[in-house]
């Protein structure tokens, strides 16, 4: 089987490469990384290595190279974007619509949607030729509308809604032009990376996770994956989110 990791010089990305590599299903694992320093949660390098691991330099919010990115990658079984940003290093997430960032916002669906979108628009011949073909964003549970008791971050839950809903499009679409596809979107849970690092003092004891350990639990809902309809949100513990 055939893996392409997009974001995979991040703290999620990284250690599900290491899984990956580490499972005897998996013949070739293909990853991105973009070295973009005003986006928290980029390790900055891709220190992983492997006979079966190849790096690509890649900007996941430019429409052309993605597309060039994906017609190089060829044949592919799996599609696992996890490209994500949740502030800056001069903006940090909004409490108060008061202090709305509309620089902020435009960053934060450029990189926390627009990449998606992008990898389905020019993935379906690259998935069309597998017995079980997946594409997988991570996700946050605070871009479930229905989930939101506690409003603010404004722009990152905007942004999060955005990629949820375009998932459940291309869900839906793929079930009629691509219909062995299953799309997932993936909620990890707090996970020990420059993301969340600003905020990890208000998280609860135990709620903290590795990402060795998010990794995971990512890889055992993508094992499964199959064995549902496409289009589900779903948590680390494997629980379902609502849209």
């Given at each position: 089987?055939?893996?392409?990791?997009?974001?995979?010089s991040?703290?999620?990305?990284?250690?599900?490469?290491?899984?990956?590599?580490?499972?005897?299903?998996?013949?070739?694992?293909?990853?991105?990384?973009h070295?973009?320093?005003?986006?928290?949660?980029?390790?900055?390098?891709?220190?992983?290595t492997?006979?079966?691991l190849?790096?690509?330099?890649?900007?996941?919010t430019?429409?052309?190279?993605?597309?060039?990115?994906?017609?190089?990658?060829?044949?592919i079984?799996?599609l696992?974007?996890?490209?994500?940003?949740?502030?800056?290093?001069?903006?940090?997430?909004e409490?108060?619509i008061?202090?709305?960032?509309?620089?902020?916002?435009?960053?934060?669906?450029?990189?926390?949607?627009?990449?998606?979108?992008l990898?389905?628009?020019?993935?379906?011949?690259?998935?069309?030729?597998?017995?079980?073909?997946?594409?997988?964003?991570?996700?946050?549970?605070?871009?479930?509308?229905?989930d939101?008791?506690?409003?603010?971050?404004?722009?990152?839950?905007?942004?999060?809604?955005?990629?949820?809903?375009?998932?459940?499009c291309?869900?839906?679409?793929?079930e009629?032009?691509?219909?062995?596809?299953?799309?997932?979107?993936?909620?990890?849970?707090?996970?020990?990376?420059?993301?969340?690092?600003?905020?990890?003092k208000?998280?609860?004891?135990?709620?903290?996770?590795d990402?060795?350990?998010?990794?995971?639990?990512?890889?055992?809902?993508?094992?499964?994956?199959?064995q549902?309809?496409?289009?589900?949100?779903?948590?680390?513990?494997?629980?379902?989110?609502?849209?």
């Amino acid at each position: 089987m055939k893996v392409g990791v997009v974001g995979g010089s991040g703290g999620i990305g990284s250690a599900l490469i290491d899984l990956l590599l580490e499972s005897n299903s998996v013949s070739e694992v293909r990853a991105t990384h973009h070295r973009d320093l005003s986006a928290a949660g980029d390790n900055q390098a891709d220190t992983t290595t492997g006979p079966n691991l190849t790096w690509s330099r890649l900007d996941a919010t430019d429409e052309q190279s993605v597309a060039n990115w994906l017609e190089e990658l060829g044949a592919i079984d799996w599609l696992v974007n996890c490209v994500g940003m949740l502030h800056t290093a001069d903006a940090k997430p909004e409490k108060s619509i008061r202090q709305f960032n509309p620089e902020l916002f435009q960053k934060s669906m450029a990189v926390n949607c627009l990449p998606t979108l992008l990898l389905a628009k020019y993935a379906h011949a690259a998935l069309n030729s597998s017995d079980n073909p997946l594409l997988v964003t991570v996700s946050a549970r605070v871009g479930s509308i229905e989930d939101n008791g506690l409003g603010g971050w404004h722009s990152y839950r905007a942004s999060k809604a955005a990629l949820n809903m375009a998932l459940k499009c291309i869900a839906i679409e793929w079930e009629r032009t691509l219909p062995k596809a299953r799309v997932l979107s993936f909620h990890p849970g707090t996970t020990d990376t420059a993301l969340s690092k600003p905020f990890q003092k208000r998280v609860p004891e135990g709620k903290l996770f590795d990402p060795a350990k998010t990794a995971n639990y990512l890889l055992i809902e993508m094992q499964r994956a199959h064995q549902f309809d496409s289009g589900r949100f779903i948590a680390w513990d494997g629980s379902t989110i609502p849209w």
